[in-house]
């Protein structure tokens, strides 16, 4: 049986019983449901009976007080319905005990509704009374019916309750019964598949572990079975069998290259050591002549360099002692110019301070000013107050005092004027006071300034003296330089005639040993690129023996 079919049967046997479990439940709920509306038909007819019977007593009992036709036809109508009620009754009565009683009051219902019929008819009222008084017979009967039915339905209602009580525990059962089912075919189902499966995992982990002498599981008894995990262990068992061959191969093809590696890479490492003497002592050889040539060649250009250094000293050191003379001639030139300043800047300063006397003297004249103006401001207020004192005379004086009152008004405006005319001249003379003040500042500022410029030209005058000794000296120092680089100039260009002779023949020598120096290199490095080349197959082979010791082998 294939793996599809034993999780469709695991899945179909607990479905099965649970559906079967559930249609049995269903029918005898329905079953219980169908009596119960049967019961409670039976009690609600009973209870419409007894109704009706204490409707029929009361229509009797109005007739025999009022036997109207209305009263009549009410009573045959009453009498008429209970009959169907009677009827209907009769059809839904199950027990047997209940429909005897019932019959027993069908007869007297019977036998009272011929009586009550021809009361109703003959208009008696006497037998009609005595009729409704008739009733109470049936009622009773109809109670007893009552009490019959309420106990027989007690009764239905206990055995429902042991329905559904048995319902419980079957269910109850039926689901342990299912769950021990579904867990027996699960087990049997799930050891068919995970055993095969468990002994595959155990010998795939000694696999991946380099085990390959795990035990195949035997599948001649299974090698027609359709079953996946039949299957599963074929081609496992298969896969290890090839794995095996594989390993085998492998492991002999390694040893027959190690071997072969070996060897040649001892027969190169003897040819190089010998191509590496040989390279070493040509290159030591190249390497002295090249050394000797560089260092002659070195030396030549500086010899060079040195000579050419030596013209431009001297060229430099006559030009230097040029520009020395006419250096002293400008210091001669600059403490000339600096007496003219020095006498200029004496008197810049004697300016400065007769400047600074004069806008003193305008100070004074400003604050002379001021006071004039505060003076002439005093006699306004007072000129004020006068005409003030002046109005209020004339304001005393009545009539008479009008002309003298236009007078005093007219000095109060001049006092007015003179008040407001004075304010502006403060104003302007406080604006003049701050112009000179900034003024006298500014003066001072520069007097001081010439002062300080008059020592500077002192101290500048006396630094100029001693440049002018000083650079006279490097004049002649400079002359005597000159002189003297001029003789080692000529030794120079000797020295190098001598040594451009000795570098051409270190250079010759130094071009043949490079020549046989780069041959050696280039035999020396085809042989260690197949030294490494040999290294990395010796370095591959060994890997590969690594990982073939992470397999295991039976010895056969």
Known sequence: MKLQNHLFLLALIPLILSTAIVTFIIYQMVTMTSSSETDVDVMLEVESLNSDLVIIQQALANFSLNPNEGNRLSAQNLILETEKSLKQLTSILANEEQRTQLEGISVKFDAFSFDAG?????????????????????VNDVHLLKIQTIDWYNASIAGTQERISFIVKFSLTAIVVIIIVTLCVSYFISRR??????????????????????????????????????????SFNDMILNLRQTVFSIEKISDRVTGFA?????????????????????????????????????????????????????????????????????????????NQQQQYAHELASSSKAIKESIDQFAAYTGEIRGAAIFVKEIAE???????????????????????????????????????????ITIMVQNIQQGINRIMAASNTGQSLSEKQVVSMTETEASFQTISVRVELIHNQLGTLADSMEQSAKRTEQVISAIENISAVSEETAAGTEE?????????????????????????????QQQLELFTLSKS
Do not use: C, W
Request: glycine residues 4%; negative net charge; charged residues 25%.
């Open 118 to 138: 021809e009361a109703l008819d003959t208009g008696n009222n006497t037998e009609a009374n005595r009729q409704s008084i008739r009733v109470s017979g049936i």
């Open 193 to 234: 598949i995970t055993a095969p499966l468990n002994r595959m995992v155990k010998n795939a982990r000694l696999v991946a572990s380099g085990d390959l002498t795990v035990e195949l599981m035997t599948t001649e008894s299974k090698s027609k079975s359709k079953f996946e995990i039949d299957l599963l262990n074929k």
């Open 262 to 338: 070996n060897d040649v890479s001892h027969k190169m490492e003897n040819i190089s050591e010998s191509s590496s003497q040989v390279s070493a002592s040509t290159e030591e050889l190249a390497k002295g002549s090249q050394s000797i040539s560089e260092d002659v060649q070195s030396t030549a250009e500086l010899m060079a360099q040195m000579n050419q250094d030596f013209q431009k000293s001297v060229q430099i050191s006559e030009e230097a002692s040029i520009q020395g003379t006419q250096a002293l001639e400008s210091v001669q030139v600059g403490r000339s110019t600096l």
């Open 382 to 424: 007072q000129t004020n107050l006068l005409s003030l004192n002046a109005a209020i005379e004339a304001a005393r004086a009545g009539e008479a005092g009008k002309g003298f009152a236009v007078v005093a008004n007219e000095v109060k405006k001049l006092a007015e004027d003179s008040a407001n005319a004075t304010e502006k």
């Open 516 to 544: 046989i120096s780069a041959s050696t290199d280039e035999q020396l490095k085809s042989l260690e690129d197949m030294r490494q080349n040999i290294q990395t197959l010796n370095s591959m082979t060994y890997e590969m």
